[in-house]
């Protein structure tokens, strides 16, 4: 079965710091791969996107995401996180063979730092 | 354009009342999702539309949930009766051809 795991329920990282939020999927053909945010009482926003090609993909707001087909993954990375990305961030894989219906990790909840 | 528009943003019930939630896809996409999320399952998908047509309801918890989509630019999601632990975020989202989504602002309903 289709299933997405990020491991990391909650992360802290300084202002100004890197970040990297790790996804892993499990899905038996090339998936369509997100990421999407969602700040508090808003809805989720999309991030960016992975179909095919080129497997680093660069989104909004600064993040990229690089697929890894060998490990599984999609992790998302920010060189230099800003306080307005605390957020909680969902990676979700897409089935292009049910309409492009989205399996959702459980979430990473972000806190930055001063 | 003004993106998938969902109403109400809040909503508090009565166990027992029925509840209408309603969206507004954005114009000229044929897919049309409604999720829900709570703490316990995160977000799961309840319906799915293609062109109007419900395509996967498996995700529809019980015979209490319903949805419809009349028309391109319209669709509701019903409970009745609704119960607390129907409490919830519930998120309609639109995509073209089935691929990324874009989501409402939710409705948070509240079932007393």
């Known amino acids: 079965a289709q299933s997405v795991t990020q491991p990391d329920i909650h992360i802290t990282v300084s202002e100004g710091a890197s970040l990297e939020l790790r996804c892993n999927y499990s899905?038996?053909?090339?998936?369509?791969l997100f990421w999407y945010v969602q700040s508090p009482g808003q809805g989720l926003q999309l991030l960016l996107k992975y179909f095919s090609g080129d497997t680093l993909v660069q989104g909004i707001k600064g993040f990229e995401a690089e697929f890894k087909r060998s490990q599984s993954s999609f992790n998302l990375r920010k060189p230099s996180v800003h306080w307005s990305d605390a957020a909680e961030y969902f990676c979700?894989?897409?089935?292009?063979?049910?309409?492009?219906?989205?399996?959702f990790g459980q979430g990473t909840e972000l806190s930055v730092k001063p | 354009d003004a993106g998938v528009i969902q109403s109400p943003r809040h909503e508090v019930t009565e166990m027992g009342q029925e509840v209408t939630l309603r969206c507004k896809p954005i114009?000229?996409?044929?897919?049309l999702f409604w999720y829900r999320q709570t703490m316990m399952r995160g977000l799961e998908l309840l319906i799915y539309?293609?062109?109007?047509?419900?395509?996967?309801d498996s995700g529809m918890p019980e015979d209490r949930f319903s949805a419809k989509m009349p028309n391109a630019s319209f669709s509701t999601l019903k409970i009745q009766p609704s119960e607390p632990r129907d409490s919830a975020v519930y998120f309609c989202?639109?995509?073209?051809?089935?691929?990324?989504?874009?989501f409402g602002q939710g409705t948070r309903l509240t079932v007393v």
């Open positions: 979700a894989v897409g089935l292009h063979n049910q309409g492009g219906k989205l399996i």
């Open positions: 539309f293609n062109n109007n047509v419900p395509i996967d």
């Open positions: 899905y038996g053909a090339t998936p369509y």
């Open positions: 989202a639109s995509s073209l051809s089935g691929v990324g989504a874009f």
């Open positions: 114009s000229g996409h044929d897919y």
